[in-house]
């Protein structure tokens, strides 16, 4: 039981405290569970929040619930799962409440547009470091700048580019660029 509040207070601060995103809290996400915890490693985090991206849903949540699940099973996945969302349920329902009365007023306009400028620095901050970890040399270069062109130019779903990823990753290994 102890373990199971442990990663509902861990992953309630993590989504009381931050904001615009599954990719703004990969910083968040690597102090905590990784650097103070020690429940995952980088790779394993970032394999997870990979994987929630690919899967139907809210990525924090998705990586709230595999990283619970690997930490105490099932039910640390659901506590894990519930501490993610708690937060953000109590803020926008009292947000909701009071919002519509004040969102005309110039302070709150802005306060709003500083805070999406700083979100958009979180998230620059999290691709300088998911981009250290998954281009490591000229075959995850490749892909890069292929997934990149794609879905510059084309207008298709992101799980297209996940599986073309996926497939230029498995004949990276059968060629022998990679993994062996």
Same mark, same amino acid.
């Given at each position: 039981?102890?373990?199971?509040?442990? &990663?509902? &207070?861990?992953? %309630?601060?993590?989504?009381?405290? #931050?904001?615009?995103?599954?990719?703004a809290?990969i910083?968040?996400l690597?102090k905590?569970?990784?650097e103070?915890k020690?429940?995952v490693s980088?790779?394993?985090?970032l394999d997870?929040?990979a994987?929630?991206?690919? #899967?139907p849903?809210i990525? !924090?949540?998705? /990586?709230a /619930?595999?990283?619970g699940?690997?930490v105490?099973?099932?039910?640390?996945?659901?506590? !894990? /799962?519930?501490?993610v969302?708690?937060? =953000?349920l109590?803020?926008i329902?009292?947000? !909701? %409440?009071? &919002?519509t009365? *004040?969102a005309?007023?110039?302070?709150?306009?802005s306060?709003?547009?500083?805070?999406r400028?700083?979100?958009?620095?979180? +998230?620059f901050? %999290?691709?300088?470091k &998911?981009?250290?970890?998954a281009?490591?040399?000229?075959g995850?270069?490749?892909?890069?700048i292929?997934?990149?062109?794609m =879905?510059?130019?084309?207008d298709? =779903?992101? +799980? *297209?580019?996940?599986?073309?990823s996926g497939?230029?990753?498995i004949?990276?290994?059968?060629?022998?660029?990679?993994?062996?």
């Amino acid at each position: 039981m102890k373990k199971l509040m442990q &990663l509902f &207070l861990a992953f %309630a601060r993590i989504g009381g405290l #931050t904001f615009g995103g599954g990719y703004a809290m990969i910083p968040m996400l690597e102090k905590e569970l990784v650097e103070k915890k020690h429940w995952v490693s980088e790779e394993e985090l970032l394999d997870y929040y990979a994987v929630g991206q690919c #899967t139907p849903g809210i990525i !924090a949540v998705n /990586t709230a /619930t595999f990283v619970g699940h690997k930490v105490a099973g099932f039910w640390g996945g659901i506590f !894990a /799962t519930l501490g993610v969302v708690f937060p =953000s349920l109590v803020i926008i329902t009292v947000i !909701a %409440a009071v &919002l519509t009365n *004040f969102a005309d007023i110039p302070a709150v306009k802005s306060a709003f547009a500083a805070v999406r400028v700083c979100v958009c620095v979180l +998230i620059f901050n %999290a691709v300088l470091k &998911l981009w250290k970890k998954a281009v490591t040399d000229k075959g995850t270069l490749a892909i890069f700048i292929l997934v990149f062109v794609m =879905s510059v130019f084309l207008d298709m =779903s992101p +799980i *297209f580019f996940v599986l073309v990823s996926g497939l230029c990753g498995i004949m990276l290994v059968n060629m022998g660029g990679r993994g062996k």
